[in-house]
């Protein structure tokens, strides 16, 4: 575990070479430590978008947040990984997920597997990386010495049995699946449930390895309900629900959300924070009280 915080945007939308590269300098004008991109079919690949953000920026790292396994070769991954880490001079994280949009899967014509299987790849996919890396006559070679950072994001005992095995990042999606396949917003009991057993299958690494939260929404108190209508899906609301109780979610002013940030880290561990690209400028008040 760091000594400090660290502060991730993941960058959601496309546009121009031009938006992105002002996008990405606003992210690091703002203090962010990574600059994050998912993969997601319809928006922006993410590696030649971490190489422009590369170019654009000077200091902050670049993440793949996250990278669907399943449709990813572990060995062709290897050499893409590699390159990019070599073409930003050592600043990648390499972000691995298991996928869970069937669409994305039907629409590529790959096979959307269980989830046992999907699990799988990840997992042999973190195995093939570590290996290859490790060995000295592999070309093209990374930056970073053994490879870029690992970090595996999940919430369920599988991911995080795999996670815990492989990754030196853990990312909570803070979220279970219904039965519908809405993702289901976890509450503080929850959490805290899981990052017990996290430290559980960490064992000795649990002091080295660093826990990722996403941050869903900020909602300020001048906010109306309409301000958390977007969320409502994914939350198990009755009438005396008490937004507080789900760390997915910030709420109140500036100092109150920096407060519940460092109540987090201080029960749970979580040093690593990323928030979604639309709440980028609204997140920097609150990353600026925590510096």
Not at 37 to 45: I, Q, S, Y
Not at 113 to 142: I, K, M, N, S
Not at 156 to 176: N, Q, S, V, W, Y
Not at 215 to 228: F, K, V
Request: hydrophobic share 45%.
């Amino acid at each position: 575990m760091g000594s400090g915080f660290r502060f991730g945007v993941a960058m959601t939308s496309s546009g121009s070479r031009d938006d992105w590269i002002e996008k990405c300098r606003r992210a690091e004008g703002f203090g962010y430590d990574v600059i994050g991109v998912p993969d997601h079919l319809g928006m922006t690949a993410p590696f030649p978008a971490l190489i422009v953000a590369a170019e654009a920026t000077q200091h902050v790292r670049l993440n793949t947040f996250v990278l669907n396994a399943p449709f990813y070769d572990p060995t062709l991954l290897a050499r893409e990984v590699a390159t990019v880490d070599q073409l930003t001079g050592g600043r990648v994280e390499l972000g691995l997920g298991a996928g869970w949009v069937r669409a994305e899967f039907d629409a590529a014509n790959i096979p959307f597997l269980t989830g046992g299987q999907r699990v799988a790849h990840v997992a042999q996919t973190a195995a093939t990386l570590r290996r290859l890396f490790a060995d000295p006559a592999y070309r093209p070679r990374p930056t970073q010495p053994g490879g870029p950072p690992l970090l595996i994001a999940g919430w369920g005992e599988r991911m995080l049995r795999t996670a815990a095995e492989h990754a030196d990042i853990i990312a909570l999606t803070a979220a279970a699946t219904a039965d519908d396949g809405r993702m289901i917003l976890a509450t503080q009991a929850e959490t805290a449930n899981r990052i017990a057993r996290i430290r559980t299958l960490l064992g000795p690494r649990s002091d080295t390895t660093d826990i990722n939260l996403v941050i869903q929404a900020l909602l300020a108190p001048h906010e109306n309900e309409s301000a958390l209508a977007p969320l409502a899906r994914y939350l198990t609301m009755g009438k005396d629900t008490d937004l507080e109780d789900y760390p997915a979610l910030l709420v109140g002013t500036p100092h109150h959300m920096a407060d519940q940030l460092r109540h987090r880290r201080e029960t749970y561990g979580i040093d690593y924070i990323t928030v979604l690209e639309r709440n980028m400028a609204k997140f920097a008040p609150i990353l600026e009280l925590l510096r």
